[in-house]
């Protein structure tokens, strides 16, 4: 059974934007922490992003002030913006969901390839 989502992935050039989204169908959605993450090839996953239930939301220094992570929980679904795209954020973008209790759910990621 498929409980994430993610679409907006493609091919942009450096300085570019990109919105990634991930639809949830999982009942706790709205009480659930939500995160993005990267895989770049022969690198191990990096989180990128991650918005809590109350909206609290942080970043790693290396996509601070050009990625924005939101929610729409009535639509169930997280957005991740990305902009000013560099070669080294090239990576599969996957989304998590984490409730307060129980497993939590992961998307089969989109590829994001930044390349001129």
């Known amino acids: 059974q498929v409980h994430l989502v993610e679409s907006g992935g493609g091919l942009v050039q450096p300085g570019g934007s990109l919105r990634l989204s991930c639809a949830a169908s999982?009942?706790?959605?709205?009480?659930?922490?939500i995160n993005w993450y990267r895989q770049a090839p022969g690198k191990q996953r990096e989180l990128v992003a991650t918005?809590?239930?109350?909206?609290?939301?942080n970043y790693p220094d290396s996509v601070k002030g050009r990625f924005t992570i939101s929610r729409d929980n009535a639509k169930k679904t997280a957005y991740l913006q990305m902009n000013s795209l560099k070669p080294e954020d090239t990576a599969v973008y996957y989304c998590?969901?984490?409730?307060?209790?129980?497993?939590?759910?992961w998307g089969q990621g989109t590829q994001v390839t930044v390349s001129s």
């Open positions: 998590n969901a984490k409730p307060p209790w129980g497993t939590d759910f």
């Open positions: 999982i009942s706790s959605f709205s009480i659930a922490a």
């Open positions: 918005i809590a239930s109350g909206l609290t939301t």
